[in-house]
């Protein structure tokens, strides 16, 4: 009688072992809402600077502006996630949290790591930086050629480095910056697929991502992002993006120095 009720017992046990080894196996919570329908905002910045003579407000914003809106968006529960992260919710078939947003910088000024470099430790955010890989430590010469912006210095690798180790991603904003749709289409082919595998090569860390300069694309330069290998490439058109949005064409919202608060808040929230 004692043996049957050991025998029970033990029974028992195995039994609930099984439903408990069953729930295990199902299929861990996901964070995503509406099937990927979440619209995400991918900011744009270009230099984060106190210095007038470092350009105008198109594309430069005080330090205390960015770190307003930072400060911002950490009150408010927004959390950063890369563009990897990103693709990998979408791959998916989901979309990340509500309150997710993508910072990306353009150009790599070295202004990125004297001053908002420390903005994004202090509130935990990371951030996407596109390089021009062959002036690299030197400076923004497409500009200076142009003279559209003034002279202004870029990351250094050992600047790069440091921020790689914190968790900023580097992709790329080609070789030279060059307006990829009125240049020879084999330079472009170059631009785009060379500056890849030089960053890759040069950072350890894949490239998978691209930004036209100047916004600049068309669906032949897509193609060619697409053949080099890119998962994706960024647009400066204005707008957020969902699942469904053309992956070579990605939006972005723009910030300029003059862009205030409420203004800020209108972009990112609405
Ligand atoms: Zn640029």
Redo the contacts with the bound molecule.
């Keep these: 009688m004692a043996l049957r009720k050991v025998l029970w017992a033990a029974l028992l046990i195995v039994i609930s072992g099984l439903a408990l080894a069953k729930t295990a196996e199902a299929p861990a919570p996901v964070f995503s809402t509406a099937m990927g329908k979440e619209k995400i905002p991918i900011l744009m910045y ?1 230099k984060v600077s106190p210095y007038i003579h470092h350009g105008g407000i198109g594309l430069r914003v005080t330090p205390d502006n960015f770190e307003c809106q930072m400060k911002y968006l950490y009150e408010r529960g927004y959390k950063t996630i890369t563009l990897n992260q990103l693709f990998d919710f979408w791959d998916r078939g989901e979309s990340p949290p509500p309150r997710t947003f993508i910072l990306t910088l ?2 790599g000024y070295e202004d990125n790591y004297l001053f908002a470099f420390p903005i994004l430790k202090k509130y935990g955010f990371t951030a996407t930086v ?1 390089l ?1 890989y062959d002036h690299i430590g030197g400076y923004n010469v497409w500009d200076i050629r142009r003279e559209t912006q003034p002279h202004i210095k870029l990351l250094s690798w050992q600047q790069i480095k440091e921020m790689q180790a914190y968790g900023i991603s580097f992709q790329s ?1 080609t070789l030279s ?1 060059p307006s990829l749709t009125t240049v020879d289409p084999q330079i472009a082919e170059t631009e785009i697929r060379l500056s890849k595998i030089q960053l890759e090569q040069a950072l350890g860390a894949p490239v998978n991502f691209l ?1 036209y ?2 916004g600049r694309s068309n669906k032949n330069i897509e193609k060619m992002a697409r053949a080099a290998g890119y998962k994706a490439a960024l647009s400066t058109a204005f707008g957020k993006n969902d699942i469904n949005t053309n992956r070579f064409r990605l939006k972005r919202l723009g910030i300029r120095g003059n862009t205030d608060l409420d203004d800020f808040a209108r972009l990112v929230e609405r």
């Design positions: 270009h353009d150009d596109f021009v904003h910056h930004a300069p100047y």
